[in-house]
């Protein structure tokens, strides 16, 4: 996809539980499947999609490495969830960790703050500086950094592997995560 998602529902139609207040989101559990915009503002939706904790990402899907994933999860029918693997695979047609975040961001400081370090969205993902939502609550990073959720699981203790862009550096990180933080997802054709 070359956008973050923004749905509000599965393709079932089941309705993913929005939380718009601190006080809520600080007490989700790792299997609460949750979403919010941004600074709990709507306005946020259309140009920065929604924040999901893992379990909305993953709708109850089983952890997934594999090339491709084979989880729906919060993505379309058609669509999937990109493991660890598939982001991989992704940063290494991009030559690598060290600069695919430049092939990947947005091209200038319309959403991203300066410096945006190299960006040349030649990839057409189009990253965007949609920022996240802390397992404490607190929304940080717009401006400087997107971070889009696997389907591969770190742990057993509420940990999965996420992928962050951010706007001093020209790679893509691989990072472990709290399930029940709120980060983008960008879905991949089957």
Do not use: Q
Request: charged share 20%; proline share 3%; glycine share 12%.
């Amino acid at each position: 996809m070359a956008e973050d998602l923004k749905t509000t529902k599965y393709a079932d139609g089941t309705a993913i539980t929005f939380i718009n207040t601190h006080d809520t989101w600080v007490v989700l559990t790792t299997t609460d499947k949750a979403y919010c915009w941004y600074d709990d503002k709507i306005k946020n939706k259309e140009v920065f999609g929604a924040l999901y904790t893992w379990a909305a990402a993953m709708n109850v899907a089983e952890t997934s490495y594999t090339d491709p994933s084979g989880v729906r999860g919060v993505c379309p029918t058609g669509w999937h969830l990109p493991s660890f693997a598939e982001w991989g695979k992704i940063i290494t047609y991009l030559d690598g960790s060290l600069i695919a975040g430049d092939k990947m961001k947005e091209i200038g400081t319309t959403h991203w703050l300066s410096p945006n370090t190299g960006a040349t969205n030649e990839s057409g993902f189009t990253a965007l500086p949609d920022g996240s939502r802390t397992k404490y609550g607190f929304f940080g990073k717009i401006g400087t950094g997107g971070d889009w959720w696997s389907s591969s699981r770190y742990n057993d203790i509420g940990e999965s592997y996420a992928w962050g862009i951010r706007n001093f550096f020209s790679g893509v990180d691989d990072w472990t995560s709290s399930v029940t933080e709120g980060h983008s997802v960008r879905c991949v054709k089957d």
